[in-house]
């Protein structure tokens, strides 16, 4: 029996196929202007008849019409996260508007979390607009900025290190330290955002930055806890739904 | 000193509902009812209604009047503050516009240098309410509510005697037996009403004005659900049963209240200003000293701007026993700093001393985070 879950972000939407044991098939698409249309798309090209439970989440989520049930973000986060690695008992996510962290028990459960969603410094929308500034494309953001020296980014609100980017690049600074002056400046604020819980066993990092080492190692440097991403980290979302979808799935059958 | 009675020069552009309320109003004032207007719970409503004035709160809960309020006031400033200094300043709340004297109390930081301001424009008078609640600030607060009443007799030249004062404390507590009556019905499980729908009328009471009458009005509504539930006990299948706590919450943060309820919630139980906070205590009618009594109960009052706040904790804790209660949500305002910062004090009696899930949301007037509230109610209701 395959679940599917779909979860629609703000900046891509992405998709998973589960049969109770393992992810057969995932994908992902950019949110466009009309989310609807996204998450519909996605159904479309992951949906077959073998598909007895879909399970949306996502800031979008209230819009698939065939999606059986809508559970937040913050749940299949958590779910997703806690099947793609069962050692961890947190959660950091960085999203495209929001960044959350969630804190797990023992038995994987979410405990407590906090989001923070009033202000684009600590999410992706963050990274994206300096790089875009930097005239740097993210996908190569490793080797980007390996070997470099960070310069400091004191600036809080995405707008004012814009101006601030824009003047040290007036003054001739490189491009690659100030990248990693972003990094720093995004991971120290996002440990600092997760340490008002109560943190003790590893952490597992989702969205799409997971994806590169250099977020994971300096949220890890910062956090002094051992921080873990997987392959499928950006999928953590819809993972958790189509994991929650084989549970709710079982539960009517029987 | 002479009652205003007339209509505000920018009445014709006003809304329907907006003419409706300075109507009604403006009939009371035909009457001679001065009114006195008020911001906060610790304002000892008997010695006003002693004096046959109505009191009517003016704490604005809409971001309306904001844009105007910053043009004077900081723009990170709590929203409460923001909107009521706007009403005042553009005349369009019916009870500002009427209200012959203005009460406020040294209360938070925001409230008491605002009222500075608002003294400029305004009849303010503002009583020095003590931020501890030890037996030298019971004395302090005594004098004070004694200095208050000096104060009335001589505004409206008016005598206000011990006896009507006994009086009004009679019936006040008369209201605030009513109106816990009215709370308690959500001891019952299931629910018997949504907590959004108990919410609309206990805010309503308080601009309920005749206080004699008012709790005979309370008990009808209460005998009506009885019997209702006692038709049909479940209307409202049995969900997590959830308290608020924390900032007032009237007007635009009742959304607040709608997205754990949309969310798979029921809200059961307030404990803020229009709930619990505001009902709880009764003054004592035995104390030979009526001022005594009066001052302490006010002062009693668990809220975040006195230091320490142990009553706030001995309110929640009961309540949470009481009302069977699944998880507490907290809603501050933004930049309400004492509430803030008790955030985590209250976390850590919630779920260390009482063992249930909590959670904080901060927000405003505006509606602009209902999206993201409403993940948040789902996600911590997902949690239960």
């Known amino acids: 029996m395959l679940t599917l879950g779909i979860d629609s972000g703000s900046t891509t939407t992405k998709g998973a196929l589960f049969d109770g044991e393992k992810i057969v098939r995932t994908a992902i698409l950019p949110t466009s202007a009309n989310p609807k249309d996204s998450i519909n798309k996605l159904y479309d090209m992951l949906y077959n008849e073998d598909v007895a439970y879909t399970v949306s989440t996502g800031y979008g989520r209230a819009l698939l019409d065939h999606a059986d049930t809508q559970i937040t973000e913050i749940t299949c986060h958590a779910r997703g996260a806690a099947f793609l690695n069962p050692s961890i008992r947190a959660v950091v996510d960085i999203g495209g508007q929001d960044c959350k962290a969630v804190l797990l028990d023992s038995g994987l459960n979410v405990v407590d979390f906090i989001m923070n969603d009033k202000c684009a410094a600590g999410t992706g929308r963050f990274i994206e607009v300096m790089m875009r500034i930097l005239e740097e494309d993210i996908g190569n953001i490793d080797q980007f900025v390996a070997g470099h020296q960070p310069i400091n980014i004191t600036s809080m609100c995405t707008v004012f290190a814009e101006s601030e980017i824009v003047s040290l690049l007036a003054k001739g600074a490189d491009k690659g330290d100030i990248a990693l002056g972003i990094i720093n400046s995004i991971c120290r604020r996002t440990s600092f955002f997760a340490q008002k819980l109560n943190l003790t066993g590893d952490i597992f990092f989702s969205g799409g ?7 994971r190692s300096t949220l890890q440097d910062y956090l002094q806890i051992p921080v873990h991403t997987s392959e499928l980290s950006q999928y953590a979302g819809a993972i958790g739904a189509a994991v929650i979808g084989q549970n709710k799935a079982k539960r009517l059958r029987s | 000193m002479e009652i205003k009675k007339e209509l505000p020069e920018i009445f014709n552009e006003f809304g329907e509902m907006r003419k409706k309320s300075f109507l009604a109003a403006y009939e009371m004032k035909q009457k001679n009812i001065p009114f006195i207007g008020t911001f906060c719970t610790y304002f000892p409503q008997e010695i006003a209604l002693a004096m046959g004035a109505c009191v009517v709160g003016l704490c604005s809960t809409s971001d309306e009047t904001i844009p105007d309020a910053e043009k004077d006031l900081p723009r990170n400033l709590c929203p409460l503050i923001k909107s009521s200094y706007g009403f005042a300043k553009t005349d369009k709340c019916p009870y500002f516009y009427f209200s012959d004297l203005i009460v406020g109390e040294t209360t938070c930081d925001g409230k008491k240098k605002m009222y500075e301001y608002l003294g400029e424009f305004k009849p303010v008078y503002t009583m020095e309410l003590p931020n501890s609640q030890s037996p030298a600030a019971l004395e302090l607060w005594r004098k004070e509510i004694i200095k208050f009443k000096e104060k009335l007799e001589s505004f409206f030249d008016v005598t206000i005697t011990e006896e009507d004062i006994r009086k009004q404390v009679r019936i006040m507590n008369e209201v605030r037996r009513a109106l816990k009556e009215f709370y308690s019905l959500c001891k019952l499980e299931p629910v018997p009403m949504l907590g959004q729908d108990m919410f609309k009328i206990l805010y309503g009471a308080a601009y309920k004005f005749n206080k004699e009458t008012l709790p005979g009005e309370i008990r009808a509504l209460v005998a009506k659900i009885k019997a209702e539930y006692e038709e049909n006990p479940n209307k409202y299948p049995k969900a997590p049963r959830i308290l608020v706590t924390g900032c007032p919450i009237g007007g635009g943060a009742e959304k607040c209240v709608k997205a754990i309820e949309a969310n798979g ?10 709930g619990a906070k505001s009902c709880d205590r009764e003054v004592d009618e035995i104390n030979p000293d009526v001022y005594e009594a009066i001052a302490e109960r006010y002062l009693s009052i668990g809220c975040s701007v006195m230091t320490p706040n142990p009553n706030r904790l001995e309110l929640l804790g009961r309540l949470i026993d009481e009302y069977h209660i699944d998880a507490v ?6 930049a309400c700093h004492t509430y803030n910062v008790e955030t985590l004090g209250i976390k850590r009696f919630v779920t260390e001393k009482k063992g249930i899930p909590y959670m904080a949301v901060e927000t405003d007037y505006s509606t602009a985070d209902i999206g993201q509230l409403n ?10």
């Open chain 2, 375 to 384: 993940t948040r109610m789902a996600a911590f209701i997902e949690m239960l």
């Open chain 2, 265 to 274: 919630g029921h809200v059961v139980c307030f404990e803020n200003c229009s």
């Open chain 2, 329 to 334: 949500v907290e809603v501050t305002l933004q």
């Open chain 1, 209 to 215: 930055l997971a994806k590169f080492e250099i977020f």
